[in-house]
């Protein structure tokens, strides 16, 4: 019995390899463009993790910068910053020492720095807060008392983007949802009109099939092998074509101009790929379904 | 094994088959005449469960075949090889791949398949031309490839709708040899035809549509 059912699905696959070479060109324009919906849904995915965890790594951080007006004295504002609660540290950088910050962070831009004027860059106070220790409010108030101190430039406090980062982050998962949702539905109805065609011009040979005795699942079954070796063969092309540009991306250190901004740049997951690889398979499926429903 | 009783089939309210009543015993060879859209096609059909009766019964082997559920009209049909007056070749496929088909629907795979396709190609002296595609071959090694094919599940009736409609005499004379060779074996036989040389040919039971 198994050794039976073995050898359906080996004669499955057979029909199925025969289907393809069969229809070689259609096959391979059909496969081209689910590789182009599935590189899309892959790129898009990747661009939201990349910024999610960006969002996600700015969240936490504790880090509060004030910035001093030219020639403005610092001791007022370093008095106020040691009585408050829940700093961890502070640190005043002098317009020259905040050359020296700058020099350190990047270092690849030294050629650059060198030719300019300490002069021309603020000096400033980078306080760290406790993390956990303080709460959003309270770091909201101290933001805006810190602003409105004599002296005080400007005070960059990442929390206060917080609701704006919320509302991007909405906002970039309703086009992604929606984007997922218009190429799931691209990949079924490639799908759908690859075996549709495949269907109407093998019409003949699925009446002499049937006139012989051959059930619907027989005729059927190798039409949905068909239809998932070409999404599957098209995922992968997508998933290769997406990791090549990511190494060439690494490869010519562009990633390193994202460093500048704490941007650290992540390839998906296996559990990610797998995801898009299951929404693949179920597109497959369903456009096989879909095209071969109604002629059985 | 195959009864047909007060069968009527029309199509748009044109009566083509009206109360066709006839039985056909195991081992019998039965030419069914009548001229042409008579429904002698829509007869063997029926068996097939391609078509439907409008009114009575058709049964084979007992079975009411209008009852038969959609699930289980392909394992009626490896009970019954069909051939077609226009071969119904895949042209895509050897003429071994073609006779394989037939055992291939019905879950036969392996030495199986190369034993009884190959013994079933010598008896219609085909063996030579198994690996040819059927476009290759002529119209009468065509037929003899669709009888080796739906003779080749061993089935219980052979259904034969104008086997030489598209053949010459000659080769007509060797296809219904053929066929007459499988029946002596125990094939029942039914063959639709309009050629009354072919009839004489056969010298078997004939029912004419028109009049049973």
Do not use: W
């Amino acid at each position: 019995m198994i050794s039976q059912r073995a050898n359906y699905f080996i004669n499955y696959f057979k029909i199925a390899a025969v289907n393809i070479k069969s229809n070689i060109s259609g096959n391979v324009f059909a496969f081209l463009i689910m590789s182009f919906s599935f590189f899309i849904m892959l790129f898009f995915l990747l661009c939201y993790i990349n910024i999610y965890n960006y969002m996600n790594t700015f969240q936490k951080s504790n880090v509060m910068l004030v910035f001093l007006k030219n020639n403005a004295k610092k001791d007022t504002v370093v008095h106020f910053i040691g009585t408050l609660d829940g700093v961890k540290s502070s640190v005043y950088y002098s317009d020259k020492s905040s050359m020296e910050f700058l020099e350190k962070r990047v270092k690849h831009l030294r050629s650059v720095l060198k030719n300019m004027n300490p002069d021309n860059l603020p000096a400033f106070i980078k306080i760290n807060f406790k993390k956990n220790a303080v709460s959003g409010i309270f770091l909201s108030n101290i933001y805006l008392r810190l602003k409105s101190l004599k002296g005080v430039k400007l005070v960059y406090y990442n929390k206060i983007l917080r609701n704006k980062i919320v509302q991007f982050m909405f906002f970039t998962k309703v086009v992604g949802l929606i984007l997922f949702m218009f190429l799931f539905i691209l990949s079924i109805f490639i799908s759908y009109s690859a075996i549709k065609l495949v269907i109407l011009r093998k019409q003949n040979e699925i009446e002499i099939l049937r006139l012989i005795g051959a059930t619907n699942n027989y005729i059927r079954i190798p039409m949905f092998i068909e239809g998932e070796i070409g999404t599957v063969l098209s995922f992968l092309v997508s998933i290769l074509l997406l990791f090549a540009i990511y190494k060439i991306f690494i490869f010519y250190k562009f990633d390193s101009f994202l460093e500048f901004f704490r941007i650290k740049i992540i390839f998906l997951n296996p559990a990610q790929i797998v995801l898009v690889l299951l929404i693949a398979v179920i597109s497959g499926i369903a456009g096989t379904y879909l095209s071969s429903k109604k002629f059985f | 094994m195959i009864e047909f009783s007060h069968v009527y089939k029309s199509y748009n309210k044109n009566y083509i088959l009206r109360d066709l009543n006839f039985t056909v015993n195991k081992g019998e060879f039965i030419f069914i005449t009548g001229p042409s859209g008579a429904g002698k096609t829509t007869t063997l059909k029926m068996l097939i469960a391609l078509e439907k009766p409008t009114h009575g019964a058709v049964k084979f082997l007992g079975t009411e075949l209008p009852d038969l559920k959609q699930r289980d009209i392909p394992f009626l049909r490896r009970k019954i090889g069909f051939v077609f007056q226009d071969f119904k070749l895949l042209p895509n496929r050897t003429v071994f791949q073609n006779v394989a088909l037939g055992l291939e629907v019905s879950g036969i795979f392996g030495d199986i398949i190369i034993k009884n396709v190959s013994e079933i190609l010598k008896a219609v002296e085909l063996y030579t031309k198994k690996d040819e595609f059927p476009l290759s071959l002529s119209g009468g090694e065509q037929q003899r490839v669709a009888i080796a094919r739906a003779l080749v599940q061993n089935p219980q009736v052979l259904l034969a709708d104008e086997p030489t409609g598209n053949l010459d005499e000659e080769t007509s004379l060797i296809i219904i040899d053929i066929i007459k060779s499988f029946n002596n074996k125990g094939t029942t036989v039914m063959l639709a035809t309009h050629d009354k040389n072919l009839i004489n040919m056969g010298r078997a039971r004939v029912i004419d549509i028109t009049k049973s």
